[in-house]
């Protein structure tokens, strides 16, 4: 008898044929909410255009909030990611898209995991009302270990499975400045695991926020939530932002159209203190906390392939603090220290670990033609596993270092045109060694409106903590035979660290005045991928029931080439229009793996097409119009099937500093499934049509 199964156990992927996969039934759009969408949409440019009707019933000017950035001005925005220095978002040698304030706020979102949608080469899926796939270029899964996250330059990668917990990262929606996107490999300067790209949420600074703001609304799904936050001087050098937040969003349905169980209840606060001491320094001391309640339902459980409905509690904080002094232009240095604490009780496991991390940067001219970035940096992680019956990590606490330096020189070969960037990362982990990730980028800009760029990188993604010394068990289906069947998993102290190879070409212009353009294309060499080698059956007596084992081994016997391109576009169509597109191709041009690997295709994991187009009006009377269409390709290996989705926000702002908004999220469907659940055995859930309202105060 051969058993196939497919399951991606903290970050890894393989094949099942074990549970049937689900097609949700999708429902005509026109239903109750449905119209009620369109009848808003249509009485409220009714009533703004008569509003705004001057005499012979010509329109007045809009509200302005589009031409407030002009495509000029965002070639010249300012991004730090790529380079760990500023500037502009033109002269950066990588594929770089920033989600701006205003992007976050005329999109609708009320999450920055569904912010990120926004963003060109970005998968994006919902696996249930609390929990997201988010990855670039492929790979995708909950925890993508191949996407390196940052929040004000603390990493958020979790170290137990690889990847982010995304119902943990959040705070005032209002308070983000932009979140800089990399697609593509930022190992040289970000270390592990910044392998298919690098996420940096970025927040204001306190004195970008005095005053206060409050927020609140609710709905269909977004049951209730709300914001709360005040900005206050502390004399002419600091200052200081308070804020508290919660949300309490709604269970989403199955696939089979019943009420789940992944209901997310949270609530957070923090603060942020910006000082000067002098005209060289700048100090800044953060800190957050959260508490949360998350809804989940464990499917095929052992022994007996039960479910269960459990509510997962988390909790966390963290206190940063970094000092940054400028010399010039074109010197500077910063030191940044952060502690962080997690908390999480999962059905089957518990964790809690601490986080210590100390970074320090130097960058200062050489010459006139080299510029040099330094730095070094130290993380220590301590964690205390609590086990459970059928999945559990040994040893159940231990500690893990990270020691690391970087080097960058940035060459001007010609003045003002043509730059060479050569860099690498340097580090130490406790599972793989010394690693060490180069990169050379090619940067020609012939003039302020045009730049092309190409690199070739290493990056690397070091094992987790469960890769190294799992042991997860499942049921197949002999598993109500006597004496049962179970798959048993394994993980491996012997792994190595998966490496890509990159090849990258980009091209950036204005190519008129009101258009701009952006393209970056790609091809990628993977070698040694995880995957499962399946063992001969045995016959073991723990854990109960007595049962035969059939065990699958981690190994690093993967490989894999992957090609595709990018594409967005930004448009002023009209003084009081604005329309963004974005497209993404992803093709798998080869994947293998050991002959005695279980059954491993990735390409069915990732959309092969996206696109994405987001259309801004500014209607009379400060009424604002947006519409954001979205297509995303089919899964073939999670039955998942490809699905045009539509969100509306309309908003008014009566009287200055109050904004009344009404958003329908998801309208084209009643149920769509965009991915499905591959770690934990955990129930995927459907996202359906859901309407909320908010109103925003600043004051």
């Known amino acids: 008898m051969v058993l196939q199964c497919r399951l991606n156990i903290f970050g890894w992927r393989h094949e099942t044929m074990i549970w049937p996969h689900l097609i949700p039934t999708v429902s005509n759009a026109g239903t109750a909410i ?16 008569s509003w705004g009707a001057g005499p012979g019933g010509q329109s007045q000017a809009g509200s302005g909030e589009l031409t407030d950035l002009s495509l000029e001005a965002l070639m010249e925005l300012k991004v730090s990611s790529a380079a760990k220095k500023e500037q502009r978002v033109a002269d950066s040698a990588a594929a770089v898209f920033v989600v701006t304030q205003e992007d976050i706020r005329r999109s609708g979102v009320t999450s920055i995991a569904d912010a990120l949608r926004m963003v060109p080469g970005l998968d994006v899926a919902r696996i249930d009302s609390n929990k997201w796939a988010i990855s670039s270029r492929g790979f ?51 270390g592990a695991n910044a392998v298919n790209g690098v996420i940096n949420i970025i927040t204001k600074q306190a004195d970008e926020t ?13 049951r209730a939530f709300g ?24 269970h989403f349905k199955d696939s089979n159209g ?23 320094d700048t100090l800044t001391v953060q800190g957050d906390v959260y508490d949360g309640r998350l809804g989940e339902t464990y499917v095929n459980m052992l022994p007996d392939s039960s479910t269960h409905n459990t509510v997962t509690p988390v909790f966390g904080g963290t206190i940063l603090s970094r000092w940054k002094r400028s010399f010039s232009e074109r010197s500077d240095m910063s030191l940044q220290l952060y502690y962080d604490r997690s908390e999480q009780e999962l059905y089957v496991i518990g964790e809690k670990r601490d986080t210590l991390d100390l970074d320090y940067q130097n960058r200062f001219p050489l010459g006139s033609d080299h510029e040099i970035t330094w730095g070094l940096g130290y993380r220590f992680t301590h964690d205390t596993i609590a086990n459970s019956t059928y999945v559990f990590i040994t040893p159940d606490s231990q500690d893990n270092r990270l020691y690391s330096a970087f080097v960058q020189d940035d060459i001007t070969l010609v003045t003002d045109r043509l730059h060479l960037i050569l860099g690498s990362k340097f580090e130490h982990n406790d599972y793989t060694g010394f690693e060490v990730q180069p990169t050379a980028r090619l940067l020609w800009t012939p003039n302020r409106q045009n730049s092309v760029w190409m690199a070739v990188s290493r990056a690397i993604r070091t094992p987790s903590r469960g890769e190294n010394g799992f042991t997860l ?43 701009a353009f952006d393209a970056a294309a790609f091809y990628n060499i993977y070698h040694r991928l995880d995957v499962h080698s399946q063992g001969q059956p045995f016959f073991e007596t723990a854990p109960d029931p007595p049962h035969v084992a059939i065990p699958g081994y981690l190994v690093n016997s993967g490989n894999a080439q992957t090609c595709g391109f990018e594409l967005a576009v930004d448009a002023h169509l009209l003084p009081w229009w604005r329309l963004r597109t974005a497209y ?28 994405s187009v987001r259309s801004s009006l500014d209607l009379p009377r400060n009424v604002e119009l947006d519409l954001w269409l979205r297509y995303v390709d089919r899964l073939t290996n999670l039955a998942v099937g490809s699905y045009v989705t539509l969100d509306v926000r309309l908003a008014w702002k009566p009287v200055k500093g109050i904004e009344l908004s009404l958003v329908g999220q998801n309208l084209l469907h009643d149920r769509q499934l965009e991915f499905q659940q591959q770690i934990l055995s955990t129930q995927s859930a459907t996202v359906g049509r859901s309407m909320y309202g908010m109103v925003t105060w600043l004051f």
């Open 34 to 49: 449905g119209r009620m969408v369109l009848v808003a949409i249509v009485l409220f440019i009714a009533v703004a255009t």
């Open 140 to 190: 995708n899964s909950r925890f993508a270990g191949e996407m390196l996250v940052l929040f004000d330059g603390r990493v958020v990668y979790t170290p137990l499975f690889s990847g982010v917990f995304w119902d943990r990262q959040d705070t005032v929606l209002e308070d983000i400045d932009r979140i800089e996107v990399i697609r593509g490999p930022g190992a040289a300067l970000w």
């Open 210 to 222: 005095p005053g206060g703001l409050l927020s609140a609304g609710g709905g269909t799904r977004e």
């Open 227 to 250: 914001s709360a936050r005040y900005g206050v001087a502390l004399g002419s050098h600091s200052d200081l932002r308070l804020y508290t937040k919660y949300l309490e969003r709604d």
């Open 258 to 280: 019943s009420d789940g169980t992944d209901s997310w209840h949270m609530i957070r606060g923090g603060f942020r203190l910006d000082s000067n001491p002098s005209s060289q």
């Open 473 to 515: 068990y499942t049921p197949t289906p002999a598993s109500q035979q006597t004496p049962p069947v179970f798959f048993q998993f394994n993980g491996s102290n012997r792994l190595k660290a998966d490496e890509l190879i990159a090849y990258e070409l980009g091209y950036r212009a204005q190519l008129a005045e009101g258009y």
């Open 584 to 611: 993404t191709f992803l093709e798998f041009v080869e994947e293998h793996a050991a002959p005695d690997a279980i059954p491993w295709d990735p390409k069915g994991e990732a959309p092969r097409h996206q696109l």
